[in-house]
T-cell receptor, first 112, second 112 residues
Framework: KQEVTQIPAALSVPEGENLVLNCSFTDSAIYNLQWFRQDPGKGLTSLLLIQSSQREQTSGRLNASLDKSSGRSTLYIAASQPGDSATYLCAGATGGGNKLTFGTGTQLKVEL | DAGVTQSPTHLIKTRGQHVTLRCSPISGHKSVSWYQQVLGQGPQFIFQYYEKEERGRGNFPDRFSARQFPNYSSELNVNALLLGDSALYLC???????????FGQGTRLTVV
């Protein structure tokens, strides 16, 4: 059974700081790993998708890496802004890619 | 282009009642998945449908059922509602399994 853990549960940083969010998973037989952003009471916004054959993906100030052998993924946010404040969730796709298993998220606050 | 649309956005039901939640996927997407998210937790997988067939089922009781229509829209039905069914219900669409998942804004269900 896939289990996904995210550390830290909460993080507060000053504006402009670079930061790393961590995601670990127990079943290395994942098809892909996806990072999402969730604002309070809202749905999920897809940030990055890394296929199992890939090592990293980049989109703007975001960079996500995947190491299947160690069961870890990281999301790097460069030059953080107050608008980045949200909960960040990672999810691994297993079961033929049909099921996303989510972590409990990292709640990020970027302060002025 | 329209994203994933869910209806209704909010719903209040009484214990024992039945509820139907609806989801329209992104145009061209053939896979729809349903997730339940309780406060402070990551989403939990309920069902996935692809090409109108059930492709995956999470650890939820038989009170939960779903279906996908010829136009790829989907319904999630929950019978005999319990207080514990109160949650944000999220629908995700993807072109096919193992591709990037895009989520709707969710339906907030409150059972009183």
């Amino acid at each position: 059974k896939q289990e996904v853990t995210q550390i830290p549960a909460a993080l507060s940083v000053p504006e402009g700081e670079n930061l790393v969010l961590n995601c670990s998973f127990t079943d290395s037989a994942i098809y892909n790993l996806q990072w999402f952003r969730q604002d309070p009471g809202k749905g999920l916004t897809s940030l990055l998708l890394i296929q199992s054959s890939q090592r990293e993906q980049t989109s703007g100030r975001l960079n996500a890496s995947l190491d299947k052998s160690s069961g870890r993924s990281t999301l790097y946010i460069a030059a953080s802004q107050p608008g980045d404040s949200a909960t960040y969730l990672c999810a691994g796709a297993t079961g033929g890619g049909n099921k996303l298993t989510f972590g409990t998220g990292t709640q990020l606050k970027v302060e002025l | 282009d329209a994203g994933v649309t869910q209806s209704p956005t909010h719903l209040i039901k009484t214990r024992g009642q039945h509820v139907t939640l609806r989801c329209s996927p992104i145009s061209g997407h053939k896979s729809v998945s349903w997730y339940q998210q309780v406060l402070g937790q990551g989403p939990q997988f309920i069902f996935q449908y692809y090409e109108k067939e059930e492709r995956g089922r999470g650890n939820f009781p038989d009170r939960f059922s779903a279906r996908q229509f010829p136009n790829y829209s989907s319904e999630l039905n929950v019978n005999a509602l319990l207080l514990g069914d109160s949650a944000l219900y999220l629908c995700a669409s993807s072109f096919e399994p193992n591709t990037e998942a895009f989520f709707g804004q969710g339906t907030r269900l409150t059972v009183v």
